[in-house]
């Protein structure tokens, strides 16, 4: 098997176990792990030369800036107090710890350092994946989704200046203090710029796929110059995507704007799938190369139980004191030690740990080989591989034994804000400004009737929704079952006459463009 067999394997796992992860109810991260650790261990599988300085600017960015675009940044505001406590302060503590651990188990500090802060980030993709399935309260996922974003800033930090103290042999604590502050100050800038820059490109492009490409190519561009001049690359893509998140819409195209999200999805969950199967069949490989096993089993099990017990010591007088706090002044933040106790368990490591060991040199300034890099590869593998099939199994059942889940509540959300949405339209193409007198009447009736149809159709179906019909049937799964039948019946209809050449292509295109939106918004 070479190396373009071995993508398309696992690129086929993908495509095979995430919807089987569904029915079995196991975390696709945990899942294609696993898979790639059987596939490592098949003795016919090549050696991957993953070239370290690559791994960290082609995963992150795309990565990155994807997460940014499932928020924004009033979200972060509001959960800043819990975000920043457990992104910086416990993603440092948690390095700190590790590295103390280690270094009294045996490795130099240098080497022990890089080991913490490659394990300090946890990754939140297995952990909102159980919460969404659960659906747990939504200031849950997005302090987890936070945390995972802007922890991996704050470790990416460390770990580069450990990686320089190890590779250099030395590192002042000023020249500490000046790499952090130049890395905040630059990322930050550099991203914040970028996103202004951006906005005006967009303005004047005015055409979705150039839009699509532009948002695609910024991310790389803010990493890699925040890189180039000392600042943080993570910094600066999440900077750039929570500035287009937050002040880009209106710069961009409709088209623009669904194909972006619609590409920035899949990026996602393609980089993000095929990371986990990179892991676990790396970690077959690099126990099958490595020697010293019996150290490196102490130390994955110092170092995993030190992550679970970290968290855990961090995560539940954080959540007493906001409880506290949430309940004198209303503010959003894990409450009570139910909700702290999901947020504790849900530490899995993921991606970011995979790809900074992976990203270690193999060699140091005097020409020697990195102190002890297998071993640190080897205990950050075997740690993202424990703290998944661990926690990220069991986070699920005890979320549900816990009782820490909210009523499905969205689809009346969105709803409601696409009514109120229509009736600010509707009010507008009546006797809004910009609607003047010489507006024909006919034109203005035309646009009043979609409106008012719309606005009918929404409520009607809210309503339907919530009739009860007894014997344990739901309307609500009726009105979607009946929904698909007939989106079936409008596309079958327009490929057929697609088949018969009695329209083109691009005009079937167009009605099924409408079809399945309406598809997608009435029943998902």
């Not at 180039?228 to 900077?239: E, H, P």
């Not at 049937?473 to 409008?490: D, G, K, P």
Request: proline content about 4%; hydrophobic content about 55%; glycine content about 10%.
């Amino acid at each position: 098997m070479d190396g373009f067999m071995l993508a398309a394997v696992l690129t086929a796992a993908v495509v095979v176990l995430t919807p089987w992860a569904d029915r079995i109810r196991v975390p696709q991260p945990v899942l294609l792990t696993m898979f790639g650790l059987v596939v490592g261990l098949l003795p016919f599988t090549p050696e991957l030369q993953l070239e370290p300085e690559l791994i960290l600017p082609v995963v992150l960015p795309p990565l990155l800036f994807a997460a940014t675009q499932r928020t924004t940044a009033r979200e972060f505001r509001e959960h800043a107090g819990a975000v920043l406590w457990l992104a910086v302060g416990l993603t440092v503590a948690t390095a700190g710890v590790v590295a103390v651990v280690v270094h009294a188990a045996g490795l130099p500090w240098s080497a022990a350092w890089v080991l913490g802060a490659i394990v300090s980030p946890p990754d939140p993709v297995a952990a909102t994946a159980v919460a969404r399935r659960l659906r747990l309260p939504h200031r849950l996922v997005t302090i987890l989704e936070g945390e995972g974003m802007f922890n991996d800033a704050t470790a990416l930090v460390v770990y580069k200046v450990a990686v320089v103290a190890a590779v250099t042999g030395h590192l002042s604590g000023a020249d500490t203090a000046v790499a952090l502050l130049l890395a905040i100050v630059v990322g930050v800038g550099i991203g914040v710029l970028a996103g202004w820059v951006t906005k005006l490109i967009l303005g004047a492009i005015d055409e979705g796929y150039a839009e699509t490409t532009v948002t695609i190519l910024v991310p790389f561009l803010a990493y890699m110059g925040a890189e180039r001049l000392g600042g943080s690359g993570v910094l600066a893509v999440l900077c750039l995507g929570l500035f287009l998140r937050s002040y880009a819409h209106v710069a961009t195209t409709s088209q623009g704007w669904l194909l972006g999200r619609s590409v920035w999805s899949y990026a996602d969950f393609l980089l993000t799938s095929l990371v986990f199967a990179l892991l676990g069949f790396e970690l077959a490989k690099v126990m099958h190369s490595t020697e010293g096993h019996g150290r490196s089993v102490l130390l994955v099990t110092l170092v995993a139980t030190t992550l679970v017990v970290i968290r855990a010591l961090w995560v539940f007088p954080a959540g007493l004191l906001t409880g506290v706090r949430a309940r004198r002044l209303d503010y959003p933040a894990p409450i009570g030690w139910q909700e702290s106790a999901v947020v504790a368990w849900a530490g899995m490591r993921g991606v970011v740990t995979v790809a900074t060991a992976l990203a270690l040199p193999t060699t140091i300034d005097n020409g020697g080989g990195f102190p002890h890099r297998d071993e640190i590869v080897i205990v950050a593998l075997a740690c993202v591989l424990l703290t998944l099939l661990v926690q990220g199994l069991t986070l699920g059942p005890l979320a549900g034994r816990l009782g820490v889940a909210e009523l499905d509540e969205g689809r009346d959300d969105v709803t409601q804000l696409r009514r109120r949405a229509a009736e600010a339209a509707l009010e507008h193409v009546r006797c809004g400004p910009g609607v003047g007198d010489d507006i024909a009447e006919e034109v203005r009736r035309a646009a009043i009737l979609q409106y008012e149809g719309y606005l009918a159709a929404q409520t009607a179906m809210a309503d339907a929704r919530r009739i009860d019909l007894g014997d344990g049937r739901e309307a609500a799964e009726q009105l979607r079952r009946v929904l698909q039948a007939a989106s079936a019946v409008e596309r079958a209809l327009v490929l057929e006459a697609r088949t018969r050449g009695e329209v083109s292509a691009a005009t079937a295109d167009e009605a099924l463009r409408d079809i399945e939106g309406r598809a997608l918004r009435d029943f998902g």
